[in-house]
């Protein structure tokens, strides 16, 4: 069945440093990818989303490259804030048949001033 | 309504009681998804339900779990004899299916249940 891989956290960086959270999935087809956050005390928010190859998803700073050869949609900014501390999910969605998200288990970020 | 809304946001229950979980979807979407977020096995599907479609119950853990969605809106999540392991935090979702194919899914704030 369909998979998200991702990278254990939690990863602290300091403010103004170059992030990068991996995100490796396993599906049939051309399922869409998506990052989703989780700020302290929120619900899940859509950060970004690409629907096929080559694809670049990107919002507040963050980009992520839907890489088919690759199999990966890893989450970058080039310049994280302290407002950037959450939990980070990739997920995708199955090119046919079942709607729901399949997610990974998530990244917990933490940036220090 | 502006999002989805989810009630309540905290409950907590006895072993073996059943309990109740409502989500109020965005006005006019047709989709509805709960997940489930917990400690030791992190954001997991668990039944959708799309228009007057029969719904996709493939989530679901064991059959103490239901739902149903009345008028094709609200949804309720019925768990029955609730166990130490049910507790997580209950997410609901919903989309506007639009058929373009991106149909993003809105989260609600979710529901924390405590089975002690």
């Known amino acids: 069945g369909d998979s998200v891989t991702q990278m254990e956290g939690p990863v602290t960086l300091s403010e103004e440093a170059f992030l990068t959270i991996n995100c490796t999935y396993t599906a049939t087809g051309y399922p869409s990818l998506f990052w989703y956050v989780q700020y302290p005390g929120e619900g899940l928010q859509l950060l970004l989303k690409?629907?096929?190859?080559?694809d670049k998803g990107s919002n507040k700073g963050f980009e992520a490259t839907y890489r088919k050869e690759t199999t990966s949609f890893h989450l970058e900014k080039g310049s994280v804030q302290v407002s950037d501390s959450a939990v980070y999910f990739c997920?995708?969605?199955?090119?046919?048949?079942?709607?729901?998200?399949?997610f990974g288990s998530g990244t917990r970020l933490q940036v220090q001033p | 309504g502006a999002g989805v809304s989810q009630s309540p946001s905290n409950k907590v229950t006895e072993k073996g009681k059943d309990v109740e979980l409502r989500c109020d979807p965005i006005s006019g979407h047709t989709a509805l998804y709960w997940y489930r977020q917990s400690l030791g096995q992190g954001l997991e599907f668990l039944i959708y339900?799309?228009?007057?479609?029969?719904?996709?119950k493939s989530g679901l853990p064991s059959d103490r779990f239901s739902a149903e969605r009345t008028g094709g809106s609200v949804s309720t999540l019925t768990i029955q004899r609730t166990q130490q392991e049910d507790s997580a935090v209950y997410l609901c979702?919903?989309?506007?299916?639009?058929?373009?194919?991106?149909?993003?899914?809105?989260f609600g704030p979710g529901t924390r249940l405590t089975v002690l």
């Open positions: 997920a995708l969605r199955a090119w046919t048949g079942r709607r729901a998200l399949t």
């Open positions: 979702a919903s989309s506007s299916t639009s058929g373009g194919g991106l149909d993003e899914q809105f």
């Open positions: 339900f799309q228009g007057n479609s029969a719904p996709d």
């Open positions: 690409a629907t096929k190859a080559d």
